[in-house]
């Protein structure tokens, strides 16, 4: 017997270690559920049921391999043995599609949030240059106010001439 160096350390189980790479088995699991899910697959699995139950069932008994007699236990096996494996893979392929969904749904909450965050900072900026715009002069404004002082400036000519003058005194 072979003794360990370290005492303090428990033993650890030998055991066997199946590896795979789960995105290579889950784009296979998605495969198999597509193919799964048509009507390709359902018409040929139809066909293959009908004919495995005629050479079963017409031909004599020493043709048939999976007689009827015998309640067709092979075909029995072989569906039941396709619904084992068929079961976990659509489940997979489901579960890979909810992973997917859910990233999908995250980012376009982030780019939901993201886009609310541009659209209120936006609206801010045009507030802004509203305000700075409602500060503006318009050309109306500055004509009006033009004429006016035109006006004002008229009128101090005007009695400007008509004073008499210190000089001519």
Request: glycine share 4%.
């Amino acid at each position: 017997m072979r003794r360990r160096g370290n005492l303090s350390d428990p033993r650890r189980r030998r055991r066997i270690d199946v590896s795979y790479d789960p995105e290579t088995f889950g784009r296979f699991s998605e495969s198999i559920a597509m193919l799964l899910g048509t009507a390709r697959y359902l018409v040929w699995q139809t066909v293959v049921i009908i004919v495995w139950l005629v050479i079963n069932i017409v031909p004599p008994g020493s043709w048939q391999f999976d007689p009827w007699g015998r309640g067709l236990v092979l075909l029995t096996l072989v569906l039941s043995l396709q619904a084992s494996y068929a079961a976990p893979l659509i489940l997979l392929a489901q579960n890979r599609q909810e992973r997917r969904d859910r990233a999908a749904a995250e980012l376009d909450r982030h780019v939901a949030e993201r886009t609310q965050a541009d659209t209120e900072f936006l609206a801010r900026e045009i507030a802004g240059v509203r305000l700075a715009l409602a500060d503006m002069v318009t050309g109306e404004e500055l004509n009006t106010r033009l004429d006016a002082l035109t006006a004002a400036i008229e009128r101090i000519e005007a009695r400007l001439d008509t004073t008499p003058t210190a000089e001519s005194s």
